[in-house]
């Protein structure tokens, strides 16, 4: 079967080429009536779909976006997708997503897959290893939109979550039930701006009531290891903790695992609370007080400012951050 071309719904229709590109542009405003319905009809019957790759060589856009994310499983990073693909609908824009697995080397083959895709622009959670390239793009024209995770220098045409503030007020609400001890869990954060916030947020709350920083109590989790020190020998140490704050989703349900095989109970023996949601905690025996942040709205911002980007290149960059909130359920308890 031959490839049905605008030439061919054209003759069909009666028209001229033209008139039949007018319609598929949707510029038809002094085209009569009987000629929308012929064309319509023609594309109907001949079943002609417009070749992308060919408009966007005229009009040097594809109206598609690239999104490319570390976990595409993840909870947060689902819901900041459906808030990038709803907006993109509402803005006739098509959405390509790239999952990387947290390997640097895939990131950078998205990022040359979608750039000789010719897609308008690119939202992405980095990995922060491929920030040459990154630039490379930019610099040549193409918007560039980052998420999630923030890195030293690259503040610009960037959405994230106010860690250091949603750190600093559950770090307070620990130490309003009584909490003095804290236990801190995180990944390494020397190199990544949104991780060290969220630092600088537990260290700005125990310094405003006046309690000591205790490099013991700042404890650390890598995604292929697990955790530093297990949480038992935390637990049973010297001056112990009376209360976990993990600052990843990943880590909070590996220490409630822990906790569990070790028969320590929640919040009896000790408390959690953990930054990001966790997917029906309210079925939990203990529910888990968290840190919830608003990943559907952070899609939706990075495509705003995205689509701004993309509509005009002389635009300004930008730096958003978007407020978390505190869901207190069951896993706090007040000494």
Known sequence: MSKIRLIDVALRAGVSKSTASQYLNGRFDYMSKETKER???????????????????????TKTIGVIVRDITGFYTSRTIRGIDDYCKDS????LIYNTDFDPAIEAKSLQALYQLRVDGIIIASSGRNAEL????????????????????YERNIIVSDYRQAAFEATEYLISLGHQRICFVTQ???DVKSRNERYLGYASALKKHD???????????????????????????????????????????????????????IPNDV?????????????????????????????????KLLLDNINDKEKLSHKIMVPCALARRDSCKKL
């Open 92 to 95: 006739e824009y098509n959405v």
């Open 211 to 265: 309690i000591p920083l205790e490099s013991q109590l700042i404890q650390y989790w890598h995604r292929e290891t697990g955790f530093k020190q297990a949480p038992k020998e935390i637990l049973t140490s010297t001056n112990a903790p009376t209360a976990f704050f993990t600052q990843h989703l990943a880590i909070t349900t590996e220490l409630l695992t822990h906790l569990n095989e070790e028969n320590i109970a």
């Open 188 to 190: 390494d954060f020397k």
């Open 39 to 61: 064309v319509r009809v023609a594309i109907q019957e001949l079943d002609y779909v417009p070749n992308p790759i060919a408009r966007s060589l005229k009009t040097s856009t």
């Open 271 to 303: 408390s959690v609370l953990g930054f990001d949601d966790i997917p029906m905690a309210e079925f939990f025996k203990v529910p888990i007080t968290v840190v919830k942040q608003d990943p559907y709205k952070i899609g939706v911002e990075a495509t």
């Open 134 to 153: 990154i630039d490379e793009f930019i610099n040549k024209g193409l918007p560039i939109v980052q998420f999630q995770i923030e890195y030293d220098g």
